[in-house]
C-alpha cells in the first residue's frame, strides 16, 4: 500500500465541550447533576465545556458510563481539538517569522525539491523548519546560525549565513543517503591516492568512483550546487564523532578548483580538530589551518621536489603542461591552476588544458 504524501487537516476542531453540551441538552440533563453523576465538581464541567479544562482518560470513561458515549472518542475529540490550538498557535508564530523566511533562498529550494511551494508566509517558515528538522525558528538559531556566524567569513568570501546554513543542510540530507564504514585514516589516505589518480578521468564517473572510495573509508563526500548567495567551494566537517563529510559544489567550474578543493578539504579532517567546521574563503579563528590544509593538498598532488624541478625550468607552454601532468598523474588542469595561483601563468592563459563543469540543469 502507498502512503498518502498530503494528507487532510481540517482548518477547524470541534471542542469536547461543545458536543457534551449538546449531548446534555439532548438528554435534558443539568450541568450540575451531570457532574453529581460523574462525581466530578461543577466547576470542572463548567470549564470542560468552556474548552478550558482538557478531558482525560478518567473523565472519558466517567462521561462513558453516564452518557453512552465510548470514551475514545471523548479522547479523541480532545485530541484533535488540542492539537488543532497548537496548529492555530505555531501558525500565528509562523506569520511573525515571516523575515526570517524571506532570508533564505526559497524559490531556489522548492525548485531543488527540498521543500514543498507554499503562498503564506507562515507555510513558508513550517517548510523551513522540517527541512531544517527543527521545530522553531529559536531552535534554528541555535543550531544552525551559530554555526553560520562561527565560519567568519572573509570579506572578499562574504555568504549571507542563510543561504550557507541551507546549502549545509542540503549536504547533510545528501551524506545520510550515503552507506558508509567506519572511518579508517589509513584507508582514507589510501583512498586519497586513488581519487589522484582519479582526476586524470571523465569527471562525472571520476567523481562516482571517489565517493565510494571516500565511503568504504568512512567518509561521506557530496557534490551539492551552490544555492545563491552562498559563495563556497567546499567544506569539511564531522557530522557526528564518527562521520565526516567533504562537502563540494564545483563553484568555479572547473576541474582544478573541484579537484583541489576535495583534496584540502580531505587535508582538514587528517591534520584538524573534529569540533571545528571548515568552510573555504573562512579562517574559522585559525588561518594556520587553512595555510596548512592549502600546502598539505598542493604538495599531495605534486610533490614538492617534483614542483621545485619543473618550476625551475621556467617551461610552460601546453605541450610542457601536458608532459609534466601525465608524469604525475593528475589531470594537466590541475597544473595550470596552480601555476596561475602562483603567478607563473597569467590567470587566463591555457584555460582550455582545464576542463569546464557544468551542472545539468544549467
Same mark, same amino acid.
Given at each position: 500500500?502507498v502512503?498518502?504524501?498530503?494528507?487532510f487537516?481540517?482548518?477547524?476542531a470541534v !471542542?469536547?465541550g461543545?458536543v457534551l @453540551?449538546?449531548?446534555?441538552?439532548?438528554?435534558?440533563?443539568s450541568?450540575?447533576?451531570?457532574a453529581?453523576?460523574?462525581?466530578?465538581?461543577?466547576k470542572l464541567?463548567?470549564e470542560?465545556i468552556?474548552?478550558k479544562?482538557?478531558?482525560?482518560?478518567e473523565?472519558?470513561?466517567?462521561f462513558e458510563? *453516564?452518557l453512552g458515549v465510548d470514551a475514545?472518542?471523548?479522547l479523541?475529540?480532545?485530541?484533535?481539538?488540542r492539537?488543532h490550538?497548537?496548529?492555530?498557535?505555531?501558525?500565528?508564530?509562523?506569520?511573525?517569522?515571516?523575515? $526570517?523566511a524571506r532570508?533564505f533562498?526559497?524559490?531556489?529550494? *522548492?525548485?531543488r525539491?527540498?521543500?514543498?511551494?507554499?503562498t503564506?508566509a507562515g507555510e513558508k517558515v513550517t517548510e523551513?523548519?522540517?527541512?531544517?528538522?527543527?521545530?522553531s525558528?529559536e531552535a534554528?538559531k541555535?543550531r544552525?546560525?551559530?554555526v553560520a556566524?562561527a565560519?567568519r567569513?572573509?570579506p572578499s568570501f562574504?555568504?549571507n549565513?542563510?543561504a550557507? @546554513?541551507? $546549502?549545509?543542510?542540503?549536504?547533510?540530507?545528501?551524506?545520510d543517503?550515503?552507506?558508509?564504514?567506519?572511518?579508517?585514516r589509513? /584507508?582514507?589516505?589510501m583512498a586519497?591516492?586513488?581519487?589522484?589518480?582519479?582526476?586524470? @578521468?571523465?569527471? !562525472?564517473q /571520476?567523481?562516482?568512483?571517489a565517493?565510494k572510495l571516500c565511503?568504504?573509508a568512512?567518509? /561521506?563526500?557530496?557534490?551539492?550546487k551552490p544555492l545563491p548567495?552562498?559563495r563556497?567551494?567546499?567544506?569539511?566537517?564531522w557530522?557526528?564523532?564518527?562521520?565526516?563529510v567533504?562537502?563540494?559544489?564545483?563553484?568555479?567550474?572547473?576541474?582544478d578548483?573541484?579537484?583541489f578543493?576535495?583534496?584540502?578539504?580531505?587535508a582538514h579532517l587528517?591534520?584538524?580538530s573534529?569540533?571545528n567546521?571548515?568552510?573555504?574563503?573562512?579562517?574559522?579563528?585559525?588561518g594556520?589551518?587553512?595555510a596548512?590544509?592549502?600546502? $598539505?593538498a598542493?604538495?599531495f598532488?605534486?610533490?614538492r621536489?617534483?614542483?621545485?624541478?619543473f618550476?625551475?625550468?621556467q617551461?610552460?607552454? /601546453?605541450?610542457? *603542461?601536458?608532459r609534466?601532468a601525465?608524469e604525475q598523474?593528475i589531470?594537466?588542469?590541475?597544473?595550470v591552476?596552480r601555476?596561475q595561483h602562483e603567478?607563473?601563468l597569467? $590567470?587566463?592563459?591555457l584555460?582550455g588544458l582545464?576542463?569546464?563543469?557544468e551542472?545539468a540543469?544549467?
Open positions: 500500500m502512503a498518502t504524501k498530503n494528507r487537516q481540517p482548518d477547524y !471542542p469536547p461543545w @453540551a449538546e449531548r446534555l441538552e439532548v438528554n435534558d440533563i450541568q450540575a447533576e451531570f453529581r453523576r460523574c462525581g466530578r465538581s461543577p464541567i463548567s470542560i468552556a474548552g479544562a482538557p478531558v482525560e482518560a473523565t472519558a470513561l466517567q458510563k *453516564v475514545g472518542i471523548w479523541g475529540l480532545e485530541k484533535d481539538y492539537l490550538q497548537m496548529r492555530q498557535a505555531e501558525a500565528r508564530e509562523a506569520e511573525a517569522s515571516a523575515d $526570517w532570508s533562498p526559497v524559490s531556489e529550494l *522548492v525548485k525539491g527540498a521543500i514543498h511551494s507554499v503564506s523551513l523548519l522540517r527541512f531544517f528538522g527543527v521545530a525558528v534554528w541555535n544552525y546560525k551559530a556566524v565560519f567569513h572573509s562574504k555568504s549565513d542563510f550557507l @546554513a541551507a $546549502w549545509l543542510r542540503l549536504v547533510e540530507i545528501e551524506a543517503t550515503q552507506t558508509i564504514d567506519e572511518f579508517d589509513p /584507508a582514507f589516505a586519497l591516492k586513488g581519487i589522484r589518480q582519479l582526476t586524470r @578521468a571523465e569527471i !562525472p /571520476a567523481l562516482e568512483d565517493r565511503n568504504d568512512g567518509v /561521506a563526500l557530496v557534490l551539492v548567495g552562498a563556497l567551494s567546499g567544506a569539511a566537517w557530522l557526528s564523532p564518527r562521520k565526516p567533504i562537502a563540494l559544489s564545483a563553484r568555479h567550474k572547473s576541474d578548483h573541484l579537484w578543493r576535495l583534496f584540502h578539504e580531505a587528517l591534520l584538524h573534529k569540533r567546521v571548515f568552510v573555504d574563503g573562512t579562517r574559522n579563528g585559525n594556520a589551518d587553512e596548512e590544509a592549502d600546502n $598539505w598542493a604538495h598532488l605534486v610533490s621536489p617534483n614542483w621545485k624541478r618550476v625551475s625550468a617551461c610552460f607552454g /601546453a605541450t610542457d *603542461v601536458q609534466f601525465e598523474g589531470a594537466p588542469g590541475i597544473v591552476g601555476l603567478g607563473h597569467h $590567470w587566463n592563459h584555460n582545464k576542463v569546464r563543469l551542472w540543469d544549467d
